[in-house]
C-alpha cells in the first residue's frame, strides 16, 4: 500500500469489547541523524520544512509497554501510567509521555481503557547530549501499534509503519523518523514521491552505493542537559527575520540531495550537509533570544575537518544537532582512514574522551 494516507486514515474505527486483558510489547528502536534539518513547527507537530536524516543502528532505546485492563471507566480519566528508565522509577518522564498520551487518544482511543508501565532504556548514556527522544517516542508509538494489531489483525505492514511513524510524530518531531530505515523522508516535498508532513517514508528511490553503511562517529563535546529544548527551539522560528528563506532553502537542499543520493556525488553531499549543520546554529545565533550551542572544541574539531580534508581529498563531513556534539559521516571505503584521524587528532577534544561510533541503520525491529 504505497497511498498517502490522511489523518482521518489514522483515526481507529473497528473498537470491539474484546479486549485482552493484559500483555507487554518490546520494541528496539534507533536514533537518527537529520541531513537536511527540522527547525520549526506548527500545530499540530507539522514541519514548517521537509526534512530527510539517516536513521542509525548503535544508538537506540529499547521499550517495553505493559497493559493491563483499567478498573477506571473508559475516556473519563488521564492515562494511568508508570515509567521506568535503567529499572529507576522516572516521575519526572512523566508530563512528557502524558502530553503525548493526550495527543494521540483520538487515533488510538483504546489506550484509555488499559493502565500501563513503560521500562526504556538507551544504549547510548542518559547525559550524553543525544536526544532520546526520537528513539524514545518512536519506540512508545510502536509498543501502541503493536496493541493495535492485537485488535486490528489484518493491518499491513505499511499501515502499521505510516501510522507509528504519524503517531511517534506527535510526541516528538524527529521520531516519525526513527520508524523506519535507511533514510527517512518527512515532510512534503514536490520532488519525493509520499513524503508527507503527517507521517515519515522511506527515501523511495535508489540509493547510490557511495551511501551504502555510511558512517556517524558521534563526538560527545558536551554531555551536559540541552541548553535549550527543542520546543523552545521551534517557537524561536515564529517570527524569525530569516525563517521564510530558511524553510525554502530547505526545500532546495532537499531537491539536490535527492541527485545527490542518487548519483553519488561525495563533494556536493558534504557542502549541503554542513551548510545544514551550520544554518540550523546559524538560526539559533539568530534568533531572539539568542543561543549558541556551539562550544569552542566544537569548533576546534570543524576545523580540524576541514584541514584534514583539505589534506588527504577525504570525504569526511560533519553534521551538529541541536547541541555541541559533532556527528562525523563518512563513507564505508574510507572508515580505516578516518577514524584512525579521529583516534588520534579528534577524541582529545570529547568530554572524557567519549565517542561512540555508529553507522547506518535499517529501522526498528520488535522483541518477542
Ligand atoms: O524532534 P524535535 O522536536 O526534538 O526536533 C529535532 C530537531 C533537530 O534534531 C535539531 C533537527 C532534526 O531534524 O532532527
Request: hydrophobic letters at 35%.
Amino acid at each position: 500500500m504505497n497511498k498517502m494516507l490522511t489523518e482521518q486514515d489514522f483515526i481507529f474505527k473497528n473498537f470491539s469489547e474484546d479486549l485482552p486483558e493484559k500483555g507487554s510489547f518490546t520494541w528496539k528502536t534507533p536514533s537518527n541523524i537529520a541531513l537536511v534539518k527540522y527547525w520549526g513547527k506548527r500545530d499540530p507537530q507539522l514541519p514548517e520544512n521537509p526534512s530527510i536524516s539517516f536513521t542509525l543502528d548503535a544508538c537506540f532505546t529499547i521499550t517495553t509497554l505493559e497493559f493491563k485492563k483499567s478498573n477506571l471507566v473508559q475516556g473519563d480519566q488521564k492515562i494511568n501510567f508508570d515509567v521506568f528508565f535503567a529499572d529507576e522509577k522516572k516521575d519526572d518522564f512523566k508530563p512528557k509521555i502524558q502530553i503525548f498520551f493526550e495527543r494521540i487518544k483520538q487515533y488510538v482511543p483504546f489506550i484509555s481503557d488499559y493502565d500501563f508501565v513503560i521500562r526504556s532504556r538507551n544504549s547510548f548514556p542518559h547525559s550524553s547530549g543525544i536526544a532520546s527522544s526520537a528513539s524514545g517516542m518512536s519506540a512508545l508509538a510502536l509498543c501502541i501499534m503493536s496493541l493495535e494489531k492485537e485488535l486490528s489483525p489484518n493491518m499491513t505492514d505499511a499501515y502499521f509503519n505510516k501510522k507509528a511513524s504519524f503517531l511517534a510524530r506527535l510526541g516528538s518531531g524527529s521520531a516519525s523518523r526513527s520508524i523506519e530505515g535507511e533514510l527517512v523522508v518527512w515532510g512534503n516535498h514536490n520532488d519525493i514521491q509520499g513524503s508527507n508532513d503527517l507521517y515519515g517514508v522511506e527515501f523511495p528511490s535508489t540509493v547510490h552505493d557511495n551511501f551504502k553503511n555510511y558512517h556517524d562517529t558521534i563526538l560527545l563535546v558536551d554531555k551536559g542537559e540541552k541548553q535549550v529544548s527543542s520546543t523552545v527551539g521551534h517557537d524561536l522560528m515564529h517570527g524569525h527575520p530569516f525563517a521564510e528563506k530558511r524553510f525554502e532553502q530547505a526545500h532546495q537542499n532537499l531537491s539536490e540531495l535527492n541527485e545527490i543520493l542518487q548519483n553519488g556525488d561525495l563533494k556536493r553531499f558534504i557542502n549541503i550537509i554542513e551548510s545544514e549543520a551550520l544554518t540550523l546554529h546559524a538560526m539559533m545565533l539568530t534568533s531572539n533570544p539568542c543561543f549558541i550551542l556551539m562550544k569552542p572544541n566544537t569548533l576546534t574539531i570543524i576545523n580540524k575537518i576541514w584541514e584534514f580534508r583539505a589534506r588527504t581529498n577525504s570525504n569526511i563531513c560533519f553534521t551538529l544537532d541541536a547541541g555541541a556534539n559533532v556527528h562525523v559521516l563518512y563513507p564505508e571505503n574510507e572508515k580505516e582512514l578516518v577514524i584512525n584521524f579521529i583516534e588520534s587528532d579528534l577524541i582529545k577534544y570529547c568530554q572524557n574522551n567519549h565517542y561512540i561510533c555508529d553507522r547506518v541503520g535499517l529501522g526498528a525491529k520488535q522483541f518477542e
